[in-house]
């Protein structure tokens, strides 16, 4: 997150948050294939760095988008679901792992990262 201005302002933010979602998206998929806990550290690193923009990036992009008087309400909608999610995902994630494995913790989140990647191919 630190780097995340820096590195907008040299890639461009929408692209910056492209790549970012692919970096999360590989990094969950290869965590999700891992063979061994030096794999599967390597692969969250990666997914890590990537996530770890998502959300400065996002509320970059979108700020300009919204009224003075309205981005209130986008930070606080922007807030409540990076709480809401660490609140939820410990029961989700127990429930993967006990209906598939544990690997499907990964893999749960690769349609909601691959959908923006989609959309922006799409159009």
């Known amino acids: 997150m ?26 969950a998929l290869a965590a999700g294939l891992a063979n061994s806990l030096s794999e599967l550290i390597l692969w969250r690193t990666l997914q890590g760095m990537g996530g770890g923009l998502l959300i400065p990036l996002g509320q970059a ?37 006990e209906a598939f494995s544990w690997r499907w913790v990964f893999f749960a989140s690769l349609p909601v990262a691959l959908l923006p990647l989609c959309w922006r191919c799409d159009g």
């Open 2 to 27: 630190p780097f995340s201005a820096w590195l907008s302002e040299r890639w461009g933010a929408k692209r910056l948050f492209l790549l970012s979602l692919g970096l999360f998206s590989l990094g």
């Open 61 to 97: 992009l979108t700020w300009p988008l919204f009224q003075p008087h309205e981005r209130a309400k986008l930070s606080a909608a922007v807030m409540l679901v990076g709480l809401l999610a660490p609140a939820c995902s410990p029961a989700i994630g127990g429930l993967l792992v």
